[in-house]
Structures are given as structure tokens and as C-alpha cells.
């Protein structure tokens, strides 16, 4: 199984990496973004701290504000004094929109114009704008303080000035300010209204609230009486007009009764009601006796002309007791001469006797007859004058009655309208006296429940609040600058960033050591102070001892894309951790800003590297050893033998460059490959601490005498894409790139908070790829 670096290298070329990367992207990564949040806590901390102390600065410039708050119970509605006013009044509103229309009176510009007055707040500084500070913004002003002959042309131009306020311009500003900052609210569901009044002095603004108030429950009062006496003025008004036309009606009903003559017409009605009924019954007998007697009559005068036997058989000549008695001594007469007659003869005188008596009784009955019949015409023209007396008298009852009903009918509508003005007039005494009797009682419909005091705090500006509000906004805004920046920023900060966007292996983590300078830090594996450190070195020595065997990493160049990087650091402790263990040589190649001398306290005119190409010095006196580790320093060039460009442009790229500088030249010749060849058979690690990469193209030079390429990032620093570039070069010049160490990592925080590396310091694993 290969496992060298190349091998390494292919594998990312299959799209492994690639597609992973691309799988996670489609998800939220939150401890990323918590990750994220907590490295830049103090940054949001700063800026939360800095915008609540100008927030404290800018509400130290505003006016504070008050509320007073005074709670008014409004009554039930009340009916009027004058029933049919509360039938007219009440209109069927509800109480809801009863306690509405009280919320809205408790608004009006009447009640806000009786507490101006009633608290001279036309005077009082606070809420007088003619004694508000004025703006010090006045141009005019400032332009007439000049030569005015020279400034008179934009004085033109200028506004005119305000003319001074009136009483009553300053009355209505005031009585605005005053409905501005005035707010009547419902308690709850309840028939409660809560009055508040912002002022900028806690009294004043108890006191208007107060105003308000009774201002409302005196206006109340005010309308009350207003309409009391109205009503009493209007119900005095209509008392004379009722008593006159009280007066006008009796006045015709007794005019009548007397031009009538009528004293009481229900008796005159009720006794000709009574005789009118006695007429008629006698009317009624009347006409049956009449009619009776009207056939008794016609009955006798039919036979009249007939003989007295056929009279006597009419039922009225026969039942006569006197007639009855005749027929009855005739019939004994006619019995008596029948007798005699069979017994005695014509002449006898007995019979001559009996017939005599027999003429007699019938002579008797015939007058009789006569006089019965007489009788029967005499009542029956009797019987006829009755009834028609009768008649005229219930004719005369009725029209009688009749004319009678007609004044009774007159009389009791004069009745009527004499008795409903008489109690229309005594009900409006009624009213009128009950009137006059509650004219000065109580009947405000609201009452003050909690009158207002000085509050003892401010209601604006909420400082607690705003701060709140700012703290929040801030540490929002924060985040959000933490993720815009975390997003700007192209750089590597964790290990898979390097090995998923570089495709090269990710050889070590070198945690960030504080406080050290620049000699501490290269002799820091040395002197084992600090053993994360120490255990990343010992990582990537570990990388190099167990590379292959086939083409064994003698010659290890360390650079990086830029200075500042730790290079040197990592080189430096990379050589003395390999002392110990094998024979090692410590080349500084950066001629340009050499390092290695400043170190490690070396003369400065020490000969080293640059004197070996140029020929000027033996490799036994440049070679300098600092106990088990041999050092090459980069050596003294003269100043003509820098490269022009370093100086002005100590950026620009060396392929940027037309020009071969001397430095180049000495890297460039073939000495250094004698050099190297001859180093190699006396040590077996040769480190080369190399220029940056994308400054000059030394790193290029030394990079084709190398078995390997240590290429050092430093963590949230150098952007993704120069490091993409210098490692494009290198891999294009057949340079052998090892691996990338991840320099100057915070690992302890990253632990601390969460935001570790998939392979920190101690839990590297040490075989290779």
C-alpha cells in the first residue's frame, strides 16, 4: 500500500471531500454558529457596552416626562325630573355608548380650556412657550450681528421673523399642548376612566389631572343647573298659559249650564228616561185594549141591523151578567105562555097575563142589548182617544230625551276639556314645586374614585426599557456582524476548512502561545514551557519520521504565504525536537528578514548561507551548534546584493518582477545543489526555514532541492485564496508539498467554548496517508 503524500493528494480527486463538503452545507451547522457567537463575544460585548453608554448620554439630554393619573367612576344615567323628558332623553342609548360619549366630553377643548384658566398654565413656565428655551438655531439673528449693509441680501431671503405671540395665540397653543398630552382610557371592563396627564413636572401634572377631573363632575353640575332652570323658566311660561285656558273652559261650561238651564243633567236624563219607558208600557195596553175594543165593536156594528138574539150572541152582549139575567127571565116568560097555552085558551087571562110578562122581558133584554151595545162603541172610541193620547205623550217624552242627550253630550265635552287642563295645569304645579325643590342637589353623573398625585417616577423616557431595547439591538446587530464578518472573512479556522478547500493534508494544530516573544518562541520546544505547543511539534516530527522509507523527507523546506505566519516558529521547534533523536541541521534560507541570529544571539556579522553561495566563507564557520542542533544562518549580503524591490514593495509577487536580484541568483545557482548534497551526507533532517511564498520566489528555488514542503497557515489570518495560490504554484513547479500546519490556534478557548478541531494537539493520529 503506497502511503506517501501523493498518494494523499489523489484522494481528494476522486470528489470525496468535495461532495461531503457540499452535503454539510446544505445543513444548519448550529454549534458553528454558536462557534461563531462566541468568538466574537467581546466585540459584541464592546459594542453592547458602547451603545447603552450613548444611550445613556442621548436620555440624559431628554426631558423626563410624568403621568398623573386620576380615575373618575361615571354613573348610571339618571332619569330626568319631567317624565316625559326621560321618554324623549333617553333615546334608547346603551351604556356603552353612554360611557363612550363621557370618554369624548372628557376630551373636549371646554374641559381642557377650564383647566388652563382654572391653573393659569398661560403663566406657568413649564407649560408657556414664550418661556421655553428658545433654538439656537437663528440665522437671522447671527446674519444682523454682521455688517448688516453686506449680509442684507440673504436677509431678504430669509423668513421673516415670527411677530410676537397674543394672549389668545398662546391661550389656544397652550390648551393644544394640553389635549395633546392628554389621554382618557377605560379601567378594564369596568364604568371606571383613568385620566393621565404627561407634563414634564410630576405636581403639574397631578394638579391638571386633578383639574380635569373636577373640571368634568363641575361642568356636570354647570349643565344641571342650566337645565334645571331652563325647565323651571319654561314650566312657569306654560303654568300662566294653562291657568288661562283653565279659566276660558270653566268659564264656558258654566255658560252653557246657565244659558240651558241645566242644574243636574244626569237626573233630568235619568227621570225622562223613566217616564219616556211608563208612556210607552201604557201605550202598549192602550193599543191592545183599543184593539179589543175595536172588535167587540166591529162585531156589534155588523149586527147591528139584525134582530136582538143575533146582538145577544156576540160574546160581548153575552157575557153580560144583566143580559144574562134578562135572557133568563125571558125564557121563563116564553116557558110560562107555552104552559098556559096548552092549557088555557087564547083569552084566558092567565095567559093573557103571561104573555104581557113575556113582551116585557123581551122589551127588557132589547134595551139592555141597546145599551150593552152602546157601551161597546163608547169604549171602544174611549180605547182610541187613550191610545192616541198615549202616543202624543211618548212622542213629546222622546223628543225630549232627545234634546237632552243633545246639551248632556255638549255639556260633558266642556266637562272634558275643563277637566284635563285642570290636571295638566296641576301636574305641571307638581313638577314645578318638585323642580324648585331639587334644583341645587347633586346630580353630577362621575365622581373622582382616585384623584392624582405627584408621581414619583418618570414615564418617559423608560430608561430600563430603552437600555433593554439598545442592549438587545446592539447585541442583534453584533451577531449579525459576527456572521456578515465570519462570511467576509476567507480565511481557515478550523482543520477541515484547510484539508476540504486546499486538498492537502492537515499535518498539525499548533495551539496560540501568549505572551512570548520572539526568542522565547523559537527556543519554546527547547525549554518545554509550554506542552501543547511541545505535543504539536512532537506531532508533526512524528509525520516526517514515519513517511516512507522509499523517499525519506530529508530535505524539509517550511514557508508560508506571507511573513507573520510563525514559519520560523515552527521550523526552528521543529529542528529541536528532531535533535534529540537523529542529526539535524537548522538552515535559515530568508536572506531577505533572517531570523536564526536574532534568535539565538548570533554575531551579527556571522557568516552563513549567503556567504557560502557567494564563495566567501567555509562551511565549518557558518555551521553553528546550539546543543544537539547544528544552525546555518542566512549570512551578511552588502546592501547592493538585496533585491531592488524588497523594500518599496515587500508584497509584490516574485513572478511580478522583471529583474533578477542577487539573493535569487545565489539560491539559484548550482552551489546550492552541491551544498544540499554534501549537508545530506552529514545529517539525516536538513529544516530550511524559507521566505514566504508569495512575497518572493525563494521559496520556488529551495522548494526544488526539497523531499518535502511544510507550508504554514496561520488560523483566521491568511485568506483562503493566497494560500490557494502559493500551494498552485508550488504543486506546478513539482514542488513536494508534505502537508499544512494550522498555526496559532486557540485551542484552549476553542475547548472551553465548544469550538474545537476535529484533531487537536493530543488526539492526532500518527499513522500516515
Not at 528555488?701 to 514542503?709: E, F, G, I, K, Y
Request: proline share 6%.
Amino acid at each position: 500500500m503506497d502511503n506517501s503524500p501523493s498518494t494523499y493528494l489523489e484522494r481528494p480527486l476522486q470528489g470525496h471531500l468535495p461532495t461531503q463538503a457540499a452535503e454539510e452545507s446544505d445543513t444548519l451547522d448550529l454549534l458553528h454558529l454558536w462557534r461563531v457567537i462566541w468568538s466574537a463575544k467581546w466585540n459584541i460585548a464592546w459594542l453592547v457596552l458602547l451603545s447603552c453608554a450613548l444611550a445613556v448620554v442621548a436620555l440624559s439630554f431628554i426631558t423626563p416626562q410624568y403621568v398623573g393619573s386620576a380615575t373618575l367612576l361615571i354613573k348610571d344615567k339618571t332619569p330626568p325630573v319631567l317624565s316625559f323628558q326621560q321618554a324623549a332623553e333617553s333615546g334608547g342609548a346603551t351604556t356603552t355608548d353612554y360611557l363612550q360619549t363621557q370618554q369624548a366630553l372628557l376630551q373636549s377643548r371646554e374641559l381642557a380650556e377650564r383647566a388652563v384658566r382654572k391653573l393659569g398654565l398661560t403663566t406657568n413656565p413649564i407649560t408657556d412657550p414664550r418661556q421655553q428655551a428658545q433654538s439656537w438655531f437663528t440665522p437671522r439673528q447671527w446674519l444682523a450681528d454682521l455688517n448688516r449693509d453686506q449680509w442684507l441680501p440673504l436677509l431678504d431671503l430669509l423668513p421673516p421673523p415670527k411677530p410676537p405671540a397674543t394672549e389668545e395665540q398662546v391661550f389656544n397653543d397652550v390648551t393644544q399642548n394640553l389635549m395633546l398630552h392628554t389621554s382618557v382610557k377605560f379601567v378594564g371592563k369596568s364604568q371606571l376612566l383613568e385620566i393621565d396627564v404627561e407634563l414634564p413636572d410630576p405636581t403639574l401634572a397631578a394638579a391638571v389631572a386633578n383639574a380635569l377631573a373636577q373640571g368634568f363632575i363641575d361642568s356636570q353640575q354647570d349643565t344641571s343647573l342650566k337645565s334645571s332652570q331652563n325647565n323651571t323658566s319654561w314650566m312657569n311660561t306654560r303654568l300662566v298659559e294653562l291657568r288661562d285656558n283653565l279659566r276660558i273652559a270653566e268659564n264656558k261650561l258654566q255658560a252653557y249650564r246657565e244659558e240651558q238651564g241645566l242644574v243636574d243633567v244626569d237626573g233630568v236624563a235619568t227621570i225622562s228616561a223613566n217616564e219616556l219607558q211608563m208612556t210607552g208600557n201604557r201605550m202598549i195596553d192602550a193599543r191592545r185594549d183599543r184593539a179589543e175594543a175595536e172588535s167587540q165593536f166591529r162585531q156589534a156594528q155588523a149586527l147591528s141591523n139584525g134582530d136582538i138574539s143575533r146582538l145577544s150572541s156576540v160574546p160581548a152582549v153575552l157575557s153580560n151578567p144583566l143580559i144574562q139575567q134578562f135572557q133568563a127571565d125571558l125564557a121563563k116568560a116564553q116557558a110560562k105562555v107555552e104552559e098556559l097555552s096548552g092549557r088555557y085558551g087564547p083569552k084566558h087571562p092567565a095567559l093573557i097575563s103571561a104573555r104581557s110578562e113575556q113582551r116585557t122581558a123581551a122589551n127588557s133584554l132589547r134595551l139592555q142589548v141597546q145599551q150593552v151595545v152602546a157601551g161597546i162603541e163608547r169604549q171602544y172610541q174611549l180605547a182610541v182617544a187613550s191610545e192616541d193620547a198615549l202616543r202624543k205623550s211618548f212622542n213629546s217624552n222622546k223628543a225630549q230625551i232627545q234634546d237632552i242627550s243633545r246639551k248632556e253630550f255638549q255639556l260633558r265635552e266642556f266637562q272634558r276639556e275643563v277637566d284635563s287642563t285642570r290636571a295638566l295645569y296641576e301636574t305641571f304645579v307638581t313638577r314645578l314645586k318638585e323642580t324648585a325643590a331639587t334644583s341645587d342637589m347633586d346630580s353630577a353623573k362621575a365622581r373622582i374614585v382616585d384623584p392624582a398625585i405627584a408621581p414619583l417616577e418618570a414615564s418617559k423616557p423608560r430608561k430600563n426599557l430603552i437600555l433593554a431595547i439598545v442592549a438587545l439591538v446592539a447585541a442583534v446587530v453584533g451577531v449579525a456582524l459576527a456572521f456578515l464578518f465570519d462570511t467576509l472573512s476567507n480565511t481557515f479556522k478550523t482543520d477541515d476548512t484547510v484539508e476540504s478547500l486546499l486538498n492537502v493534508p492537515l499535518l498539525s494544530v499548533v495551539p496560540l502561545v501568549m505572551k512570548k516573544s520572539r526568542r522565547q518562541l523559537a527556543r519554546l520546544f527547547e525549554d518545554n514551557d509550554h506542552p501543547r505547543f511541545c505535543e504539536t511539534i512532537r506531532n508533526l516530527r512524528t509525520w516526517l519520521m514515519l513517511q516512507n522509507n522509499e523517499r525519506p523527507a530529508q530535505v524539509v523546506l517550511v514557508t508560508s504565504s506571507v511573513s507573520g505566519e510563525g514559519k520560523s516558529t515552527i521550523a526552528n521547534n521543529l529542528a529541536s525536537s528532531l535533535a534529540p533523536l537523529e542529526r539535524v541541521l537548522l538552515i535559515d534560507a530568508d536572506m531577505r528578514q533572517p531570523t536564526l541570529s536574532l534568535n539565538f544571539d548570533f554575531p551579527p556579522q556571522s557568516p552563513g548561507l549567503a556567504n557560502l553561495m557567494a564563495g566567501s566563507a567555509r562551511l565549518e564557520d557558518c555551521i553553528r551548534s546550539v546543543g544537539n542542533l547544528d544552525m546555518l544562518p542566512a549570512g551578511c549580503l552588502s546592501p547592493s546584493a538585496l533585491d531592488p524591490f524588497d523594500a518599496p514593495r515587500p508584497q509584490a509577487s516574485s513572478s511580478s518582477s522583471n529583474a533578477v536580484a542577487p539573493a535569487q541568483d545565489l539560491l539559484s545557482s548550482p552551489r546550492l545543489g552541491r551544498l544540499l548534497q554534501i549537508l545530506k551526507s552529514r545529517y539525516r533532517h536538513i529544516i530550511i526555514d524559507s521566505p514566504p511564498a508569495e512575497i518572493v520566489s525563494d521559496a520556488l528555488l529551495l522548494a526544488q532541492h526539497s523531499d518535502a514542503v511544510i507550508y504554514v497557515v496561520k488560523a483566521q489570518s491568511t485568506p483562503v485564496g493566497q494560500v490557494r495560490k502559493s500551494i498552485a504554484v508550488l504543486q506546478q513547479s513539482q514542488a513536494p508539498v508534505f502537508g499544512v500546519v494550522l498555526n496559532q490556534v486557540d485551542l484552549r478557548k476553542a475547548r472551553k467554548y465548544g469550538h474545537g478541531h476535529s484533531r487537536s494537539f493530543y488526539d492526532y493520529d500518527f499513522a500516515p496517508r
